[in-house]
């Protein structure tokens, strides 16, 4: 990334530049980038191509006002970190559901080294996750808006699993890896029947206050900072596009729908 495209990744997420790499920008950065970039499979529904390539996907956050999935989004903000001075890499991860680990290369998150040299477990890509990066190497509980973590040891390779709220959400492998690595799981995520990207529309980001905003399909969900729930089923399609703009500022020319599996346009 140029100077000129981090400039206008930063006003993407409404941040200053920081003068050096620390840990607190880290988190602003982070913050910031949750409010603003929404977790989403829109691409999947409406026939896109989602390619991971660091040009593609930085351009489709800044230049097209998206969001994207665990690979995109991460991909997008570990290529920002990297240009602002942070070593940064890629950790492949495997999501827990209905009792088992998912696919390899199931989950991008980020292992980020500040300019002090601690290092965080940066994830802007999981949907409903931490607020804020944690401490990669904390073992104990790390109090967070989003919840209760944990990051523990798992069996002899070394791998580590990230608990919230007592729940484990995904095995991390401590090795780095390459975006071309990750080529499969995006592949598997967007063609397979068994992927739950391929039989649900979801957009999703954290809102001012703390809560989210998430629009399931037809079915908008705003969850405030103070707990209190609103949710309605938009009927008509302009509903459901205004959502997508107000709510996400995504500007969309037809309402997507669930395409069958198997189906979908464009390259991993």
């Not at 998912?102 to 994830?123: F, I, K, N, Q, T």
Request: proline fraction near 4%.
């Amino acid at each position: 990334m140029d100077s000129a495209q981090v400039d206008a990744y930063l006003r993407r997420i409404g941040v200053e530049r920081p003068a050096r790499p620390t840990a607190d920008a880290l988190r602003e950065l982070h913050l910031r980038h949750l409010r603003s970039v929404p977790f989403e499979n829109l691409s999947i529904h409406l026939g896109e191509e989602i390619v991971l390539d660091e040009e593609r996907l930085v351009d489709k956050v800044v230049a097209a006002g998206r969001g994207g999935f665990c690979y995109e989004v991460n991909g997008a903000f570990g290529a920002l970190l990297g240009a602002l001075g942070y070593e940064v890499a890629l950790l492949a991860g495997r999501v827990f559901g209905e009792g088992r680990l998912g696919v390899p290369y199931d989950h991008m998150a980020l292992r980020v080294r500040a300019v002090d040299g601690s290092e965080w477990l940066a994830d802007v890509g999981f949907g409903a996750h931490s607020h804020l990066p944690l401490v990669f190497g904390e073992r104990g509980e790390q109090v967070d808006p989003g919840g209760v973590f944990r990051i523990v040891e798992a069996g002899e390779a070394g791998d580590l699993d990230v608990v919230r709220d007592g729940g484990p959400e995904y095995r991390l492998e401590v090795r780095p890896r390459e975006l071309g690595d990750f080529v499969a799981g995006a592949w598997w995520h967007r063609t397979s029947p068994e992927s739950h990207f391929t039989r649900s529309l979801v957009c999703s980001r954290v809102t001012e206050d703390g809560g989210r905003a998430t629009l399931s399909g037809r079915r908008l969900k705003v969850t405030r900072g103070d707990g209190a729930v609103e949710e309605r089923e938009l009927a008509a399609d302009e509903e459901v596009l205004a959502a997508y703009r107000e709510w996400f500022g995504i500007v969309l020319d037809r309402v997507p729908v669930v395409r069958e599996a198997g189906r979908q346009g464009g390259a991993g």
